[in-house]
T-cell receptor
């Protein structure tokens, strides 16, 4: 059974800081890993998708890395902004396409 | 990019009534659609997977007679919460994929917030 955990559960930082969100999964036989953003009461926005053959993906100020052997992924956010405040979820497909989601990291970036 | 819509975005109903939530893929054909549920301060949990024209596959612990899923076309799936009760109050999100492969991206709808009084 695949289990996904995320650390920290919550994070509050001043604007401009670089920060790292961590995701761990128990079954390393994954096909890809995806990072999402969820604003309160809203649906999910896909941020980055890393295929199992890749080690990292970048989009703007976001960089996600993947280490399958250790069962870890990190999401790096550079120069954080108040607009980055949201819950960040990582998810891995299990038994095909079904996702197993982590519990999320609630990020607050203070102006 | 691919867009998935959900309707309604919010619904409030009385206990015992049934509520239907629609999930549509607007600019692509969704071979597979997924329904998730999220309780407050908890992560998303997959409820069921549906493929167009066939019966949905429900996750363990999800009552198929209570959560009726219909995927009648390649652009529409519906989730009907029958005889809703307050404990069914939750945030329901659908996602859609145009493929069946393990690397296909899922596109998520904006979600529907259900409140049962």
């Amino acid at each position: 059974k695949q289990e996904v955990t995320q650390i920290p559960a919550a994070l509050s930082v001043p604007e401009g800081e670089n920060l790292v969100l961590n995701c761990s999964f128990t079954d390393s036989a994954i096909y890809n890993l995806q990072w999402f953003r969820q604003d309160p009461g809203k649906g999910l926005t896909s941020l980055l998708l890393i295929q199992s053959s890749q080690r990292e993906q970048t989009s703007g100020r976001l960089n996600a890395s993947l280490d399958k052997s250790s069962g870890r992924s990190t999401l790096y956010i550079a120069a954080s902004q108040p607009g980055d405040s949201a819950t960040y979820l990582c998810a891995v497909p299990f038994y095909g396409q079904n996702f197993v989601f982590g519990p999320g990291t609630r990020l607050s970036v203070l102006p | 990019g691919a867009v998935v819509s959900q309707h309604p975005s919010r619904v409030i109903c009385k206990s015992g009534t049934s509520v239907k939530i629609e999930c549509r893929s607007l600019d692509f054909q969704a071979t597979t659609m997924f329904w998730y549920r999220q309780f407050p301060k908890q992560s998303l949990m997959l409820m069921a997977t549906s493929n167009e024209g066939s019966k949905a596959t429900y996750e363990q612990g999800v009552e198929k007679d209570k959560f009726l899923i219909n995927h009648a076309s390649l652009t529409l799936s519906t989730l009907t919460v029958t005889s809703a009760h307050p404990e069914d109050s939750s945030f329901y999100i659908c996602s859609a994929s145009s493929g069946t492969g393990r690397t296909d991206t899922q596109y998520f709808g904006p979600g529907t917030r259900l409140t049962v009084l």
